[in-house]
């Protein structure tokens, strides 16, 4: 049972998930003790984590309106994570009420949880998939059915590309989607560093190991490597907490870094 009494289907709640331990640092009830038990060790570490988790959606918020405001209609979020807590079809349809999303996730809780959530909007779908599968997602039937790839797309990837090891390249990952938009799409990322916390990211690192999903942490150069072959949309590659935040946000040591860049012809 969730911490809500919610039924667990048939996903595996022993062993603890990167979807579920976010919901838990966001506040949110769609977790599980094996989940909630790993999350205060990374608080223990990182007694942070829950003030970054929630900046990371406030800059999934902002960036997402800023594609609405800029003329995007349809979203695809990889590594979405479960849709509650101002989730991308409620904050874009907050401007454009015409967007629509497919939603993708590797984890079976997000994806069951996110099916129930999203099962009255015909507008909306969830992939279950890995975003290394790009065919896997981006040939899926709901894909299929709600993007049309000869206008521009908005691709999220936030909070998700630390959960691919250098061996898997994510920058060759994030190249490879953005081949497949059109001009003007845009692509928002965020990603965690431990450049503000290196002496005790092993410690961390080592806690991640023991979830579905291990973290690799990433230097804001290799994140800013992310983006290459797209304009970025000002303030540029920058904290998490300081994109969307106006002329003068408050100074912060960066415990992730964010950007917006478009595809241009
Ligand atoms: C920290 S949450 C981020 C959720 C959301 N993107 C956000 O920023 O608010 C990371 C999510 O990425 C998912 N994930 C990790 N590796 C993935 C992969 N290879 N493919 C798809 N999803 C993945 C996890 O299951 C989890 O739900």
Redesign the pocket.
């Known amino acids: 049972m969730t911490a809500t009494g919610t039924p667990a289907a048939t996903m595996d709640t022993t062993k603890p998930?990167?979807?579920r331990?976010?919901d838990y640092y966001l506040g949110g009830t769609h977790n599980f003790p094996a989940d909630r038990e790993l999350a205060e060790q990374v608080i223990a570490s990182l007694p942070d984590t829950p003030r970054i988790?929630r900046e990371?959606?406030a800059f999934?918020q902002a960036a997402v309106a800023h594609c609405a405001r800029a003329g995007i209609r349809q979203f695809i979020?990889?590594?979405?994570?479960?849709p509650t807590q101002g989730p991308v079809h409620e904050t874009a349809r907050a401007i454009a009420p015409d967007c629509r999303v497919v939603y993708?996730?590797?984890?079976e809780t997000?994806v069951t949880y996110g099916r129930r959530i999203l099962a009255d909007d015909d507008a909306c779908g969830f992939v279950h998939?890995?975003?290394?599968d790009r065919e896997g997602v981006l040939a899926h039937p709901e894909t299929a059915r709600l993007i049309d790839f000869d206008r521009p797309v908005a691709l999220?990837?936030?909070?998700?590309l630390q959960?691919?090891p250098d061996r898997d390249d994510p920058a060759g990952t994030v190249a490879a989607y953005r081949d497949r938009l059109a001009p003007g799409s845009m692509i928002a990322l965020?990603h965690a560093t431990d450049e503000a916390f290196r002496d005790r990211s092993d410690g961390i690192t080592s806690v991640y190991r023991r979830s579905?999903?291990p973290i690799s942490y990433r230097s804001r150069e290799e994140i800013a490597d992310l983006f290459t072959g797209l304009e970025l949309v000002p303030p540029g590659v920058v904290p998490v907490p300081v994109w969307g935040a106006g002329p003068a946000p408050a100074a912060r040591e960066a415990n992730g870094f964010c950007g917006v860049g478009v595809k241009k012809p």
């Open positions: 998930s990167a979807a331990m976010y988790m990371n959606r999934l979020d990889l590594g979405a994570g479960i993708c996730d590797i984890e997000a998939a890995d975003l290394r999220l990837m936030l909070s998700v959960f691919l965020s579905s999903t």
